[in-house]
């Protein structure tokens, strides 16, 4: 007799197409995790603290860049940017930099950061609607 192994989840998903979302969700849920952890974060709305990674490396970006939504912006990284404000990221937060669309337009480089720039004012004007 095949025993399920302790934690694993033992429901059967007969819709593959259910099945394919839940792979997706969990995928960016890791890459979001992976994303947070690599430049010191513990959450997706908190600020990094003074000195980047708590495992003592150097930050991967400039320390003014605080906030998780501001150093996906300024890394151009569109996919990070929309998982972001996905999970509540504050688009109107500032830093020393300015706030995560300010940040993607100074970086933008020959459309580097169009996709990113672009989902930051659709947030935008999402939020200045709601208000």
Do not use: W
């Not at 059967?12 to 979001?32: N, V, Y």
């Not at 990674?53 to 996919?79: I, S, T």
């Amino acid at each position: 007799m095949n025993l399920p192994l302790r934690g694993m989840n033992t429901r059967k998903i007969s819709d593959p197409h259910q099945e394919r979302t839940l792979q997706a969700t969990a995928r960016k849920a890791q890459l979001l995790q992976d994303f947070l952890h690599r430049h010191g974060f513990s959450d997706s709305n908190s600020p990094r603290g003074v000195g980047g990674c708590p495992h003592g490396h150097a930050p991967k970006v400039k320390m003014e860049y605080a906030m998780p939504l501001h150093v996906a912006a300024q890394l151009g990284d569109q996919e990070i940017v929309q998982l972001l404000l996905k999970s509540g990221a504050d688009a109107l937060a500032t830093t020393g930099g300015g706030t995560a669309l300010e940040i993607a337009e100074e970086m933008n480089c020959d459309g580097s950061h169009r996709g990113v720039i672009l989902l930051l004012r659709e947030s935008l004007k999402m939020h200045s609607v709601c208000l």
